[in-house]
Nanobody, 125 residues
């Protein structure tokens, strides 16, 4: 059983930065994808960034490209999302996710079966 624990959310003014963390535990069968999603209440969950374990197939959504950076520390089983130049429209609950199997990692939330509990990010203007 895979467990993901998100942390690092908070409130920041527009133009500021935040870093989210996701600590993973348990065994997951390769190949698998890792991703960050976000969701505003009442709207569909939106993919932010996704990639295959090992780094292949890295894909950022157009809305965050050039501002957000994903990284991982394998020694700590931790995935990070560095968010710079934040905008009010980045306000959302952010979730890390993991999904086993092949195919394109950016296909959508349906291909991910393991989810963190979420971290709220609020950006004020």
């Amino acid at each position: 059983q895979v467990q993901l624990v998100d942390s690092g959310g908070g409130s920041v003014q527009a133009g500021g930065s935040l870093r989210l963390s996701c600590v993973a535990s348990g065994y997951i069968q390769r190949p698998y994808c890792m991703a960050w999603f976000r969701q505003v209440q009442g709207k569909e969950r939106e993919g932010v960034v996704s990639f295959y374990a090992g780094g292949a197939g890295l894909h950022y959504s157009d809305s965050v490209k050039g501002r957000f950076t994903v990284s991982q520390d394998n020694s700590k089983n931790t995935l990070y999302l560095q968010m710079d130049s934040l905008k009010p429209e980045d306000t959302a609950m952010y979730y890390c996710a993991a999904g086993e199997g092949g195919g394109r990692c950016e296909e959508g939330s349906w291909r991910y079966m393991y989810w963190g509990q979420g971290a709220q990010v609020t950006v004020s203007s």
